[in-house]
């Protein structure tokens, strides 16, 4: 009796181990593929635990990934005005590891621009845009550059393109500017380009900036976002694709403001913007979205800085990217740093990656520093996949032809950025360039 007993006691404990590791790998299995496709459904829907400490104070248990001081204080991240207290990169840097130097030579180095660059402003009559010097008090005002090229851009600057938003204006119509350059015969196409976009207080607005032509081009772009403001900037990337385009968007959030702040690259040969986010006070909210699809020898690289050095803020952000082709490089750095007066900060980054084809590479690195232990929820995930032909045949067993079966699963993982752009004409615009380059591979 006692032998049945401890059989019986062994198979009930192999059973419980069986059912355990089931409910891991299923586990596994929603953080890798979720409810999109090969991502996870999205950050934890209950706040993070963790040991509080006096608001102030130094968490004994900081939790830190990637680079950097694993004791004290974290390294800050270095700035500088001056291009030249960067030096010219040789691609062994953290920040260049990942460029093709060889093809923005020209931007390393000072240069007197060529490029016919004309800006295009359509606007609502409360709103302001104007040119101003490059010295004026704004210009600079939000951006510490980080790399030589935003340096380089900043130092060189003559002449900036100012939007301001008046202090509670809230517009009905989205702000839509353009930037459209071109080489002229035997030039460069070299240009610096800089914008600032000023949202007064208690103001709410949707700025639009279109990237199309083909130019060799170093700009900054500053973001203010004033005391409870609300302010949407969608960035894109529609450049020919022998464009060269090198950017830096610094953004400030004010106490209670809310920034929405939307990266959207399609075309170029080169294409690298560094987003950075600070805030100012307390009760600040940022949301970071990007989408990117690179095409056979296309590099498109997205390096995001969010740093919360005040309390009760939150950040969000999500970046996926779709790949195609030969050489088709996709690169996206997260970096999240909570300072330790960044007590009760809630963040969360999400990057995803779609290989559609052989011969592509996709590049994803999150990074969180935190200082302090009394936060409300910090977290990152990231993941690469092919494209799931399971899901395909799903689609097709149902009548589905493959190209549009395709098509459609594309744009599901797709769905989840572009329906939080909120702005209806470049949601359609997105979607419509998503399929077109989806053509290109014989769909």
């Known amino acids: 009796m006692?032998?049945?007993?401890?059989?019986?006691?062994?198979?009930?404990?192999?059973?419980?181990?069986?059912?355990?590791?089931?409910?891991?790998?299923?586990?596994?299995?929603?953080?890798?593929?979720?409810?999109?496709?090969?991502?996870?459904?999205?950050?934890?829907?209950?706040?993070?635990?963790?040991?509080?400490?006096?608001?102030?104070?130094?968490?004994?248990?900081g939790h830190s990934h990637g680079p950097g001081s694993r004791s004290g204080s974290p390294p800050e991240r270095f700035t500088s005005t001056n291009p030249d207290a960067f030096g010219r990169p040789t691609g062994r840097e953290e920040d260049w590891r990942f460029t093709p130097l060889d093809r923005l030579?020209?931007?390393?180095?000072?240069?007197?621009?060529?490029?016919?660059?004309?800006?295009?402003?359509?606007?609502?009559?409360?709103?302001?845009?104007?040119?101003?010097?490059?010295?004026?008090?704004?210009?600079?005002?939000?951006?510490?550059?980080?790399?030589?090229?935003?340096?380089?851009?900043?130092?060189?600057?003559?002449?900036?393109?100012?939007?301001?938003?008046?202090?509670?204006?809230?517009?009905?119509?989205?702000?839509?500017?353009?930037l459209r350059a071109r080489a002229g015969a035997g030039a460069t196409g070299l240009a610096?380009?800089?914008?600032?976009?000023?949202?007064?207080?208690?103001?709410?607005?949707?700025?639009?900036?279109?990237?199309?032509?083909?130019?060799?081009?170093?700009?900054?772009?500053?973001?203010?976002?004033?005391?409870?403001?609300?302010?949407?900037?969608?960035?894109?990337?529609?450049?020919?694709?022998?464009?060269?385009?090198?950017?830096?968007?610094?953004?400030?959030?004010?106490?209670?403001?809310?920034?929405?702040?939307?990266?959207?690259?399609?075309?170029?040969?080169?294409?690298?913007?560094?987003?950075?986010?600070?805030?100012?006070?307390?009760?600040?909210d940022a949301e970071l979205l990007g989408i990117s699809f690179a095409d056979a020898g296309q590099h498109q690289e997205h390096r995001l800085y969010v740093d919360h050095a005040v309390p009760r803020c939150r950040s969000r952000v999500t970046y996926k990217s779709a790949l195609q082709g030969e050489d088709a490089h996709t690169v996206w750095i997260g970096d999240v740093r909570i300072r330790p007066g960044g007590v009760q900060t809630d963040t969360y980054?999400?990057?995803?990656?779609?290989?559609?084809?052989?011969?592509?590479?996709?590049?994803?690195?999150?990074?969180?520093?935190?200082?302090?232990?009394e936060v409300v929820g910090a977290g990152h995930a990231s993941a690469t996949g092919r494209f799931d032909d399971l899901q395909l045949f799903y689609l097709m067993s149902r009548g589905i032809p493959a190209e549009e079966a395709r098509r459609l699963v594309v744009r599901g993982f797709f769905a989840q950025v572009i329906e939080q752009i909120g702005v209806p004409e470049v949601q359609e615009r997105l979607t419509a360039a998503i399929d077109a380059e989806l053509t290109q591979v014989g769909s």
């Open 349 to 373: 980054e999400l990057n995803r990656n779609l290989l559609l084809t052989d011969g592509a590479r996709a590049d994803s690195v999150p990074n969180l520093e935190i200082e302090t232990g």
């Open 2 to 61: 006692a032998v049945q007993e401890t059989a019986a006691d062994e198979a009930a404990a192999v059973l419980a181990a069986r059912e355990r590791a089931a409910r891991e790998r299923t586990a596994l299995a929603g953080q890798v593929l979720g409810r999109d496709v090969g991502a996870a459904a999205g950050p934890p829907t209950t706040p993070a635990t963790g040991t509080a400490v006096p608001s102030g104070a130094r968490s004994g248990g």
């Open 192 to 284: 610096y380009e800089h914008l600032v976009i000023d949202a007064h207080p208690f103001s709410e607005a949707v700025v639009v900036f279109d990237h199309v032509g083909s130019a060799q081009l170093a700009s900054n772009l500053e973001i203010r976002v004033g005391d409870g403001a609300a302010l949407t900037v969608v960035s894109l990337q529609n450049w020919d694709d022998d464009a060269v385009h090198l950017e830096a968007q610094a953004a400030q959030v004010g106490r209670d403001a809310k920034l929405r702040h939307i990266v959207v690259t399609l075309g170029g040969n080169l294409v690298r913007i560094t987003p950075t986010v600070r805030f100012t006070g307390p009760g600040g």
């Open 105 to 178: 030579t020209a931007l390393l180095e000072p240069f007197e621009p060529d490029a016919t660059v004309v800006f295009d402003a359509q606007v609502p009559p409360e709103v302001e845009v104007r040119d101003v010097a490059g010295d004026d008090p704004l210009v600079g005002s939000v951006l510490a550059p980080a790399d030589r090229v935003s340096a380089l851009a900043l130092q060189r600057v003559r002449t900036a393109r100012l939007v301001t938003i008046p202090k509670g204006t809230v517009l009905a119509e989205p702000v839509w500017l353009t």
